[in-house]
């Protein structure tokens, strides 16, 4: 412990940015983005220890306000970076939502073939649904089977 407050007396802006590389280390192992802004104060504490020389308690303090504070104001006004604004990536099956096809026979009881996305698909309907070739759009995916409505033209 004695090295280290000897190193600390004459370099105490390397102690500062090994704990910032050691903070961002852990936060790039780990991912939950809570590490990035102590990483970030200590390196900033680092800075104006090596400026000013405030002194370890002055230092200590100030990372920790620069810690709680640019924490709470990035969770606070930054928006979430994976925050999901479509379909789920890992369901392809999703990505049909929305695309137009043609019925590939005569629905019967509102159960049928279509034809979407160069694929010959299981399809539901609630509408009736009669002449083959005919265009519809999937509004949902229940498992395998595409729900589908006629297009009006």
């Known amino acids: 412990m004695h090295a280290v407050a000897g190193f600390y007396a004459l370099q105490p802006f390397w102690l500062w940015l090994g704990l910032a590389a050691l903070f961002l280390a852990i936060e790039v192992a780990s991912g939950t983005g809570w590490l990035l802004w102590p ?14 020389h405030p002194g370890f308690v002055l ?7 620069l810690t709680i504070a640019s924490t709470y104001l990035a969770r606070r006004f930054l928006p979430p970076v994976l925050e999901a604004k479509g379909p789920d990536l890992n369901d392809p099956l999703q990505r ?3 695309q137009r096809g043609q019925v590939l026979s005569a629905f019967e009881q509102g159960r049928g073939r279509v034809f979407v996305d160069g694929k010959d698909w299981a399809a539901e309907t609630d509408e009736p649904l009669s002449a083959a ?4 759009v999937v ?3 229940a498992g395998a089977v595409l729900k589908v409505r006629p297009i009006a033209t």
């Open 59 to 65: 230092e200590l303090g100030l990372f920790a306000v």
């Open 139 to 141: 509004t949902a995916v």
């Open 96 to 98: 049909l939502v929305g």
């Open 133 to 136: 070739s005919q265009e519809v």
């Open 39 to 52: 990483a970030a104060s200590a390196f900033v504490v680092g800075l104006l220890a090596q400026a000013i």
